[in-house]
Nanobody, 131 residues
Framework: QVQTVESGGGLVHSGGSLRLSCTAA????????IGWFRRAPGKQREGVSCITSPERSRERTSVYADSVKGRFTISRDNTKNTVTLQMDDLEPEDTGVYYC???????????????WGFGPWGQGTQVTVFS
């Protein structure tokens, strides 16, 4: 596994957008599936989105939690060694600390949202959406 660094969080009004970035200083992210997770205050960690490794599949499979489908988009920029989570039409319920983590299998399993097999976990980036 490889340690990732998240950035791009902030404070935004309901309906606004934020763009989160995930990168790694010492390893290529193309070898890994990348998952975005979040933890809201007083709630359990939740899987937000996952994208498979291009080394494992010719089709860049991405999956989303039902709560963010149609509003969030995950993508890779291999030239910048970055995975981005574009978040549009944000809602107060999207508030939380967002984490990006790697899975060395390279796949987003059917249980990806549990976070099993992903890690190591970093400090995350805070997203706050106010109404």
């Amino acid at each position: 596994q490889v340690q990732t660094v998240e950035s791009g969080g902030g404070l935004v009004h309901s309906g606004g957008s934020l763009r989160l970035s995930c990168t790694a200083a010492t390893s290529s992210l193309t070898n890994y599936a990348i998952g975005w997770f979040r933890r809201a205050p007083g709630k359990q960690r939740e899987g937000v989105s996952c994208i498979t490794s291009p080394e494992r599949s010719r089709e860049r499979t991405s999956v989303y939690a039902d709560s963010v489908k149609g509003r969030f988009t995950i993508s890779r920029d291999n030239t910048k060694n970055t995975v981005t989570l574009q978040m549009d039409d944000l809602e107060p319920e999207d508030t939380g600390v967002y984490y990006c983590v790697t899975d060395q299998t390279g796949y987003c399993s059917t249980n990806w949202a549990n976070g099993w097999g992903f890690g190591p976990w970093g400090q995350g980036t805070q997203v706050t959406v106010f109404s």
